[in-house]
C-alpha cells in the first residue's frame, strides 16, 4: 500500500467578518437542534495540526478521548525535566538552562505514547527559594513537600527525575517520602546517565523506595522509552464515553477573583462555592449537573490562575492543571475577564489554552454594573475585547454581572448554542455547490509560479470542531490565505460561531491522460 498525500492543514482562527451579534455567530443554512428557549451563548477555538498523532482525517470512525490523563514531571531545578518535556512534545516550549529554577511559567502540552494520548506538565523545580541563603533549611522542606502534594493531588501519574550525574540528595528523599504515601502511579526516571558508568550509579536511588529507577537521558534521547513504556503501562484502561444522550460540560475559566465562584452561584441559586475578595479562594475544581430546559448540564467551576511568581505563585501553578483538566473535559469554556481591571495577558493565556484543546469559547466581561457609562462605553471595550481576543474573533461576548445577576439568564442558552455549532454538519451536496460558487467567485491561486491549482471537491468528516476536506490536483500548492478565505464563507453562510473551524486540503492523484495512456501502451507492446 503506497503511502498517502501528506495533506495541509490551514488553523481556523475565525473569519474576519464575524460581528458580535446573534445572527452573524450563529447563522444557520444548515439542519441543527434549534436552541431551547431562554438559552445563552458560549463559545470554543481550537487549533488541528499534523502531529505525532498522524493524520486524523483516515477514513476510520470519529474518535471520542475522554479527559486524557494527567502527567506531572517532578523533581528538583535543574534535573533536566525541561529537557525531556522538549523531547515529548517535540517543540522547544520550555527555557532550557544551566541555572536552577529556570522554568518560570507552567508548560504543557499533548503527546503520545503506545496508542494512549496524554497531557504533560512541565512543573518548575520543586525547590523554590533555593537560591535564597536566608531560607530556613525547615521551611524549604515544608515548601518541597507541600508542592509534590499538590503535584500527587492534581496529577493522574508522576514522573519524578532525579539527577544520575549528582546522586541522591535530602530534596530528593523529601520528594520521595510524599510519592511512597500515593496510590497514584510514579514512575522514577535517572536523567543524565549517558553512559554504562552512569547507569550503573543509577542503582543507589533503589533507596528512595520508589520502584526501579530507570536510568535515561533527556539531552541524549537515550532511555526514554522505557520511561514512556512504564508510565503507559500505569495507565487506566481506555474508556469511550456514553454518548447516548446529549450532556453539555461547560467550564468555567479565568483569573482568580474574577467571579467564577460568584457565577456559578448565582447560576445554581446557592452558595455552592466558597467566595472570597482573596484570589485563589477555590482551591478545588467543582462539578455540579442541572437540568436546563430538559438537558443534561455540567458547570465545572476551576482554581483560578494567577502571574507566575516565587513560592505563592508555585503553589498554584499546580491549579493550572486543574484548569487543562476542566477545559479538557468540557465542551464549551466561558472565560471571564473583570471590566474593572481589564484585559491581561493572563487573560489572553488561558484563551489559548482552550484554543490548544479545540473546545468552544465565550467571553464574559463580568463586573460590568460597576463601569460607568456613556454612549460609547459599550462599543469601546467590546472593540478592545475584539483587538486583545483576535485569535478567537469569533467568540461572542456577552457583558454580565454575577453579582447582580445582570444577563446571568443568558449564560447557558449561550453555551448551548455554540454546542449546537460545533455539531452542525453541512451535506456533502451543498458543500460541493457552496465550493463551486467560492471558487468562481475567487479561484484559487497556486504558491509556485506556473503551476496550476485545481479544487475537485470537499467534505465535512469530522464535528466538535467542524473539519472541512478539500482534495486538490496538489494540495501543497494552496496558499493559507485560501483556506482562511474558504473559512470566512462558510461562517458567513453557515454560521459556526463560537467554535474553530478547521480546513484541510488534500492531494489527490491526477489520472494520466488518455493520450498518454496509450502512448505507454504502444511502448510496452
Known amino acids: ?171 530528593d528523599n523529601e520528594v520521595a517520602d510524599v510519592l511512597r504515601g500515593t496510590s497514584k502511579p510514579v514512575v522514577l526516571a535517572v536523567n543524565k546517565c549517558d553512559s554504562v558508568e552512569r547507569n550503573l550509579d543509577a542503582v543507589e536511588f533503589y533507596a528512595l523506595n520508589l520502584g526501579e529507577p530507570i536510568p535515561m537521558s533527556a539531552f541524549h534521547s537515550l532511555g526514554t522509552g522505557d520511561v514512556l513504556d512504564r508510565l503507559v503501562e500505569a495507565f487506566p484502561p481506555y474508556q469511550a464515553p456514553d454518548d447516548t444522550e446529549r450532556h453539555l460540560h461547560i467550564a468555567i475559566v479565568g483569573r482568580p477573583n474574577v467571579g467564577k465562584s460568584s457565577l456559578l452561584n448565582k447560576l445554581l441559586g446557592q452558595e ?131 453579582l447582580s445577576g445582570q444577563r446571568v439568564s443568558r449564560v447557558i442558552q449561550l453555551a448551548q448554542e455554540i454546542y449546537d455549532q460545533r455539531q452542525k454538519r453541512v451535506p456533502t451536496g451543498e458543500l460541493n455547490n457552496f465550493l463551486r460558487q467560492a471558487v468562481l467567485d475567487q479561484p484559487p491561486m497556486a504558491v509556485r509560479k506556473g503551476a496550476h491549482l485545481r479544487l475537485y471537491y470537499a467534505v465535512q468528516p469530522q464535528i466538535e470542531p467542524p473539519v472541512f476536506l478539500f482534495f486538490a490536483n496538489d494540495g501543497d500548492l494552496v496558499h493559507w490565505s485560501y483556506g482562511r478565505y474558504l473559512e470566512n464563507r462558510l461562517r458567513d453562510r453557515y454560521g459556526f460561531g463560537g467554535t474553530p473551524i478547521v480546513i484541510v486540503f488534500r492531494s489527490r492523484e491526477e489520472k494520466a491522460e488518455p493520450a498518454k495512456r496509450g502512448r505507454r501502451r504502444k511502448q510496452e507492446d
Request: hydrophobic fraction near 40%; charged fraction near 25%; proline fraction near 5%.
Open 1 to 171: 500500500m503506497g503511502l498517502r498525500p501528506k495533506p495541509a492543514f490551514f488553523c481556523a482562527f475565525g473569519g474576519f467578518a464575524v460581528k458580535s451579534t446573534e445572527k452573524k455567530f450563529f447563522g444557520g443554512g444548515c439542519a441543527t437542534r434549534p436552541p431551547p428557549t431562554g438559552s445563552s451563548i458560549s463559545p470554543t477555538f481550537g487549533i488541528m495540526a499534523q502531529s505525532i498523532h498522524g493524520d486524523p482525517l483516515d477514513g476510520s470512525p470519529e474518535r471520542t478521548v475522554m479527559t486524557k490523563p494527567i502527567v506531572a514531571l517532578v523533581g528538583r531545578p535543574n534535573v533536566g525535566k525541561s529537557t525531556f518535556f522538549n523531547r515529548l512534545i517535540g517543540e522547544r516550549r520550555a527555557i532550557v538552562e544551566d541555572m536552577p529554577g529556570t522554568t518560570r511559567d507552567r508548560i504543557y502540552g499533548d503527546t503520545f505514547w503506545n496508542g494512549r494520548d496524554f497531557t504533560v506538565v512541565d512543573t518548575a523545580g520543586l525547590l523554590f527559594g533555593g537560591d535564597d541563603p536566608n531560607l530556613p533549611v525547615a521551611e524549604m522542606s515544608r515548601r518541597t513537600r507541600e508542592q509534590a502534594n499538590l503535584a500527587i493531588e492534581e496529577a493522574d501519574a508522576v514522573i519524578f527525575m532525579v539527577d544520575g550525574r549528582e546522586g541522591m540528595t535530602a530534596a
Open 272 to 402: 455552592r462555592s466558597v467566595v472570597s475578595a482573596i484570589p485563589g479562594t477555590t482551591r478545588d475544581s467543582i462539578d455540579t449537573e442541572i437540568t436546563f430546559h430538559g438537558e443534561r448540564v455540567t458547570l465545572i467551576d476551576t482554581a483560578g490562575i494567577r502571574r507566575s511568581g516565587r513560592i505563592e505563585q508555585g503553589i498554584e501553578k499546580y491549579s493550572v492543571m486543574r484548569t487543562l483538566r476542566a477545559i479538557e473535559r468540557c465542551d464549551v469554556a466561558l472565560l471571564l475577564i473583570d471590566a474593572e481591571e481589564g484585559i491581561t495577558a493572563q487573560d489572553t493565556h488561558i484563551a489559548g489554552m482552550v484554543l490548544d484543546a479545540k473546545k468552544g469559547i465565550a467571553i464574559l466581561v463580568n463586573k460590568w454594573d460597576v463601569i460607568e457609562k456613556d454612549n460609547e462605553t459599550f462599543q469601546e471595550y467590546e472593540d478592545q475585547v475584539r483587538q486583545a481576543f483576535k485569535f478567537i474573533d469569533y467568540a461572542p461576548v456577552l457583558f454580565i454581572s454575577a
